[in-house]
């Protein structure tokens, strides 16, 4: 699956990482990345970053001028407000290395948290995103309900030496092969290992 997903379009995830290890951007970067294609996300934190720099510069700007730095990413006036929040819940202008203090800021959640604790400071985690939730039942690895779920089970079942790379390895395979509906199951390379949990038609 590694050496298949070498061909694809590069993940947002592993946009971010090429471009930065700044902490901030990458927070902030993930944030707007949520429900976004990474197309639109790559653009506007293009924009953002040619005025935003760093947690103080957030302070200089309104959430309307936000919203307009950071438009059309998805939900981007619940962003601008959380990107608002954001300045003042960093406490010393610094991003949390740890996912337990990253969730307590405005608009992040486990998915974002885990990617920046990744990214941001190269420490072990299981970033779960519908992708990987999705791929990880199909194949039988795991049975959960949710992605918090799944990542728990993750914690637990899957080898560290995988953690870092397993997000971006089932996003590119989702988006390309192992789609919602209808995946491509005939062009898999691993499908004689792979349970095909609730598929009812494939290609």
Known sequence: MKKLVLSFRVPIVDFIEMQTK?????LVSTMLSART??????EACRKLFRKVKNPSDLDKYSARQLERLIYPVGF???????????????????VPDNIEELVKLPGVGRKTANLVVVIA????????????????????????????????????????????????????????????????????????????????RSR
Request: hydrophobic share 30%.
């Open 22 to 26: 700044d902490p901030f951007k990458v």
């Open 121 to 200: 400071f190269g420490k072990h985690g299981v970033c779960v995103d519908t992708h990987v939730h999705r791929i990880m039942n199909r194949f039988g690895y795991v049975r959960t309900k949710t992605p918090h779920e799944t990542e728990a089970a993750l914690r637990k079942k899957l080898p560290k030496r995988y953690w870092l790379s397993i997000n971006s390895i089932l996003v590119a395979f989702g988006q390309h092969l192992c789609r919602p509906v209808s995946p491509r199951c005939s062009k898999c390379p691993v499908r004689n290992y792979c349970n095909r949990a609730g598929v009812t």
């Open 37 to 42: 294609k990474d197309e639109t996300t790559t």
């Open 76 to 94: 981007y006036r619940t962003k601008a407000k959380n990107l608002k929040k954001l300045a003042g819940a960093l406490k010393n202008r610094k």
